[in-house]
């Protein structure tokens, strides 16, 4: 098994939140996993989706590779955004009427994808060699395939790692991570008190909604709670799928 990771970047990036209404078009702020999961497969060159109601051939073949992302150049979690407004004027798309349509764009976001590769898998061999030598069978985008992405094979990294449970006092966790309440004494603790307040500069707690994978029987996204801070964290121990990375110290979650 492999960890690595990857930065990838784009000059925009659009991830539509399904319940948007039809007249502004709001996106996520952080990639997410089934997002990941189409870049992946447009680097292999895997076929996307092609008939409604069955899952694209990337998802079936990277279901099980594990995934952590780190956002990059952001300001406390958040990338800036423009409002970009779309005209429709093709008759059978909006029956003779012109259909105007907004859409709040984020400004050059870039992300560190981590990923758990098995180089027993043929596919997953292949793709640990086309991210390490920057090369990829479809242009990958993010969100829209206007937005084009790319990486360089300078920003690949390969760590020493360790899947282990939070034994200490308090970490770092340099990812996004699922957001758990957690019990003391039959009640919840506010998730801030898990928080080590120390001397970081600009510190920050960030959290989002987003899509962790697709729930199957629904053919739509399976949402959960995430959070990202450069605090330290303490009481952590009830965080899962949490892996040590050697060479900086820290603690990603992987899912």
């Known amino acids: 098994m492999k960890l690595i990771s990857f930065d990838i ?124 030598k920057g090369q990829t069978e479809y242009i990958p985008y993010l969100g829209k395939n206007e937005f084009t992405a790319w990486w360089s094979p300078d920003t690949v990294k390969e760590y020493t790692f360790e899947q282990r449970e939070i034994t200490e006092e308090s970490v770092l966790i340099q990812s996004v991570f699922i957001k758990k309440s957690v019990l003391k004494n039959d009640k919840e603790e506010p998730f801030p008190d898990l928080l080590n307040f120390g001397n970081e500069a600009n510190p920050f707690m960030y959290f989002e909604r987003l899509p962790k994978d697709f729930d199957l029987s629904l053919m739509q996204y399976e949402l959960s709670d995430f959070a990202y801070s450069n605090y330290r964290f303490k009481n952590a121990q009830h965080l899962d799928n949490m892996y040590y990375l050697e060479e900086s110290d820290a603690y990603v979650q992987l899912f």
């Open 9 to 132: 970047r784009a000059d925009f990036a659009f991830f539509r939140k399904p319940e948007t209404n039809n007249t502004i078009n709001l996106s996520y702020n952080i990639i997410h996993r089934p997002a990941v999961l189409g870049i992946l497969g447009a680097i292999l060159g895997l076929d996307g989706y092609k008939e409604k109601g069955k899952l694209p051939a990337y998802y079936e073949a990277l279901k099980d590779v594990k995934i952590g992302i780190e956002p990059l150049n952001h300001d406390k979690g958040n990338y800036n955004k423009t409002n970009i407004k779309y005209s429709n004027t093709v008759g059978y798309a909006n029956k003779g009427t012109n259909f105007l349509t907004e859409e709040l764009t984020l400004i050059e976001p870039s992300y560190r994808i981590y990923l758990l590769l098995d180089e027993s898998i043929s596919e997953q061999a292949q793709l640990f060699t086309s991210i390490k």
